[in-house]
């Protein structure tokens, strides 16, 4: 008796595409419209939409929880308030007296929560299922952020804690939906089914920040954590009954839907969920290409994504109304081209033929150098606010090209494990968030152009390094010991 891999003949970075395109090229595909495939990708895109929009909320809020304070640098290097004066309405929320490090520790505290679950989460997703997991991860961060009001009164250390344990309860999630996907994305629909879920995560930016504007100013900050917490116990409602941990086990997916998702990733998954090859997964060179390129993209995602609102407010002089609005451009523009790039990228390998790591290497590259040189850009736009705001959704924009990039290709080189895999990466990725927000408002303490430069050149450099590295390394094909043995007698 002997053994071999079943992916001995699948290996080869240019034969493995064409093997895949042949193998489902002969199962009947199943309709889209309607269907639970993409009901799955939309329900875990308002899954998504509600994490980053109970992530991102506090960064405006915390304009207006700040006490006014007569030591903002007014010197010809920042920009004058330029808004129309609008009566404020009376607001009976408490307000603090926090310095710019703590706030920084505030900003960055939910990473330190988030960064403990990445792998626990993979690894619980991949033996016990995803459905669950991700849920009560998503509803645990609802409940603490019900509790933002009453922890930002008892002070800051308590509000850290909160959100520490909300960093604990959503890190489970990115893990827990690529195990799941591993389970339900045909390979030829991976980028189009997978945008659509994780472009939920730009959605909530683009809606939360200017509502939380809005809500801050004419309500008040408190009813930012209040509003947003209902609509993700909506969303978990919704989850719990709809949705199912994989094809065989959904109650109303058609007989013709299930057969093809399992017949095209028949070849690709492994039977048993005991076994996980530990030293291979960290040995994997294809692996540390995407620990880096994901660690460096998400250092410019999370200082803007945590600090925009600071920047709009502190350096270009907009109002908390103005500030939530213009803060959601950048963010609009990524969730609109994250898309339109999943349709391209399974337009160019489905249609076109072209090799699975071609395209991700490529739009990795565009999803990169691109916002790193309109950051830059945009840092020498001087009070010019419309050119900044222009460069920084443009900077932005074009982040979202790379969900169809490095962001997905774990589920390339080792579907079975993605969500192992995607824990690893995201733990590396989750450390710009915690210290990117302290280090930058470390290097901004007089809040002038030329410090917020700094900020942006070292965001940029690191953009292009983790490019240039995935270029190099990353690769598109089932890696050998991902995929099952079989045995041959």
């Excluded at 790039?341 to 071609?358: F, H, M, N, P």
């Excluded at 494990?417 to 990117?436: D, K």
Aim: with cysteine.
């Amino acid at each position: 008796m002997t053994e071999r891999s079943a992916s001995d003949s699948e290996t080869e970075d240019h034969d493995q595409p064409l093997l895949r395109r042949k193998d489902t090229g002969d199962i009947q595909k199943a309709p889209a419209c309607c269907s639970s495939r993409y009901g799955l990708a939309f329900l875990s895109c308002y899954g998504f939409f509600v994490a980053y929009a109970l992530r991102v909320n506090l960064s405006v809020a915390m304009v207006d929880m700040l006490k006014n304070s007569s030591s903002v640098n007014n010197s010809s290097s920042v920009c004058p308030h330029h808004s129309i004066p609008v009566p404020r309405h009376n607001h009976t929320a408490s307000v603090y007296d926090w310095n710019s490090e703590t706030q920084g520790w505030i900003l960055g505290s939910f990473f330190y929560g988030y960064i403990f679950t990445q792998i626990p989460g993979g690894y619980l997703a991949r033996k016990y299922g995803a459905k669950w997991l991700f849920g009560i991860g998503i509803l645990c961060t609802v409940i603490f952020t019900l509790l933002t009001p009453v922890a930002a009164d008892l002070g800051a250390g308590y509000l850290i804690a909160v959100r520490v344990l909300e960093g604990i309860g959503e890190g489970v999630s990115y893990p827990a939906m690529h195990a799941m996907w591993a389970s339900w994305a045909p390979p030829l629909e991976r980028s189009r089914l997978l945008t659509i879920s994780y472009t939920g995560a730009q959605l909530g930016t683009v809606v939360a920040l200017p509502l939380s504007g809005q809500i801050c100013f004419y309500l008040d900050w408190t009813y930012v954590f209040y509003i947003f917490g209902a609509v993700g116990l909506l969303w978990f409602v919704l989850w719990a009954y709809f949705v199912s941990d994989s094809p065989s086990s959904h109650k109303s997916i058609s007989e013709e839907e299930k057969t093809y998702i399992m017949a095209s990733l028949k070849n690709e998954l492994s039977p048993t969920t005991d076994y996980i090859p530990w030293t291979s997964i960290f040995k994997s060179l294809p692996l540390w290409a995407i620990v880096v390129a994901h660690f460096s993209y998400n250092w410019t995602f999370y200082t803007l994504l945590t600090l925009l609102p600071t920047y709009m407010n502190d350096v270009l002089g907009f109002s908390i109304q103005q500030n939530g609005m213009l803060s959601a451009l950048p963010y609009l523009g990524c969730w609109l081209l994250a898309l339109l790039g999943g349709q391209l990228a399974d337009l160019l390998r489905e249609k076109y033929l072209i090799s699975t790591v071609i395209v991700r290497k490529a739009f990795t590259l565009v999803g990169m150098l691109g916002p790193a040189i309109f950051l830059v850009t945009a840092g020498h736009t001087g009070c010019n606010y419309v050119l900044a705001i222009a460069f920084l959704t443009l900077s932005s924009s074009l982040g979202g090209i790379s969900a169809s990039g490095f962001n997905i290709n774990h589920l390339d080189i080792a579907p079975s494990y993605a969500g192992i895999l995607l824990g690893i990466t995201n733990s590396f990725a989750t450390i710009p968030g915690m210290v990117g927000p302290v280090i930058a408002r470390s290097l901004t303490k007089s809040n002038t152009i030329p410090e917020w430069q700094t900020v942006f050149y070292i965001s940029a450099a690191i953009n292009v390094f983790g490019a240039v590295f995935f270029t190099i390394f990353g690769k598109g094909t089932v890696q050998p010991w991902a995929v099952q043995r079989i045995q041959i007698r």
